[in-house]
């Protein structure tokens, strides 16, 4: 339990409610609540930050090993091996289709 909702419980047992007003104390209510949610929260995120931690980890190994793989393959072998894939190819043609702005209406009669 936090402090805050120890505080009110106390305000509350005692005479007059500490001088604090009906809405001053549903206020405090309010607040210890808020309070409690947010440690709830805040407790979500540190466990999904440890999590992104071990995710990260993970993949700097994995990023390690490929720029040792890379490393050992010379430019041009590497450059022959992305000219081999289709999706090369593919994002090559939307980089001229894009630069030079060709009307893709045209090209519809292409592929029908």
Avoid at 29 to 49: G, H, N, R, Y
Avoid at 81 to 106: C, H, M, P, R, S
């Amino acid at each position: 339990m936090c402090k805050s909702v120890l505080v009110l419980e106390a305000l509350k047992k005692t005479k007059g409610n500490g001088g604090m007003t009906k809405g001053q104390l549903m206020l405090a209510e309010a607040q210890a609540e808020d309070i409690q949610t947010m440690k709830k929260e805040l407790q979500e995120v540190k466990s999904d930050i440890s999590s992104l931690k071990q995710d990260v980890a993970g993949i700097n190994g994995k990023l390690d090993i490929l720029i040792k793989q890379s490393e050992n393959k010379p430019f041009l072998q590497i450059f022959k091996e992305l000219i081999n894939t289709k999706g090369f190819w593919f994002v090559l043609a939307l980089i001229v289709i894009g630069i030079y702005g060709i009307d893709l209406q045209n090209l519809k009669g292409l592929f029908q």
